[in-house]
């Protein structure tokens, strides 16, 4: 079945350094990948996302590029910031099989240090 | 707020009480998902209304759990007989038909004591 795989954390940076979250998956059909975002104490928000290979989704300074050859959705960024500090989701939705349904990766902690 | 809106935000009940959520989505989103998330995991799918129709429910989604989407508007999950083991987040989301993201309400924090 579908499936969605990323790094486990959690991940402590300091502030500005640069971050990779990787993202891998498992999905028959033509899935549309997500990355959102769990700030403390919140729900979850769609960070990003990109609807076919070689998509490229971005917001707030994070990017993340649909490769279908690799079926990878790393999630980048090249500065990050204390208020950054959150639980951050890797997810895909198949239309073809699923009803949209999302289905979610664990979710890797960051905290970003001063 | 025109956001999806979860009643209660936090239920604290008693072993082998029932419990009801309430979930109102966006008003002209006609598909709606229940989840349920668990310390430490990501959101786990439990079952999914296109409008007023139940068309999927996940194994995780036992005898005891119930959902209902009366008129394709707002939706409730209940919990019967509630264990300890039913302790979780659980989430509301949806979306319109042909959407490729979901909107996710602030969900209920349920604690079975």
């Known amino acids: 079945g579908n499936s969605v795989t990323q790094m486990e954390g959690p991940v402590t940076l300091s502030e500005e350094a640069f971050l990779t979250i990787n993202c891998t998956y498992t999905?028959?059909?033509?899935?549309?990948l997500f990355w959102y975002v769990q700030y403390p104490g919140e729900g979850l928000q769609l960070l990003l996302k990109a609807t076919k290979a070689d998509d490229k989704g971005s917001n707030k300074g994070f990017e993340a590029t649909y490769r279908k050859e690799t079926t990878s959705f790393h999630l980048e960024k090249g500065s990050v910031q204390v208020s950054d500090s959150a639980v951050y989701f890797c997810a895909l939705s198949d239309r073809e099989t699923s009803y949209d349904k999302v289905i979610f990766g664990p979710g890797t902690s960051l905290s970003v240090i001063p | 707020d025109t956001g999806v809106s979860q009643d209660p935000r936090h239920k604290i009940t008693k072993r082998g009480q029932n419990v009801t959520f309430r979930c109102d989505p966006i008003?002209?989103?006609?598909?709606l998902y229940w989840y349920r998330q668990t310390l430490g995991q990501g959101p786990e799918f439990l079952t999914y209304?296109?409008?007023?129709?139940?068309?999927?429910k996940s194994r995780l989604l036992s005898d005891r759990f119930s959902a209902e989407r009366p008129k394709g508007s707002f939706s409730t999950l209940e919990i019967q007989r509630t264990e300890q083991g039913d302790s979780a987040m659980y989430l509301c989301a949806s979306n319109r038909r042909g959407a490729t993201e979901a909107f996710f309400g602030q969900g209920t924090r349920l604690t079975v004591v």
């Open positions: 008003s002209e989103h006609n598909r």
């Open positions: 999905a028959t059909g033509y899935p549309s």
């Open positions: 209304f296109q409008n007023e129709a139940q068309l999927e």
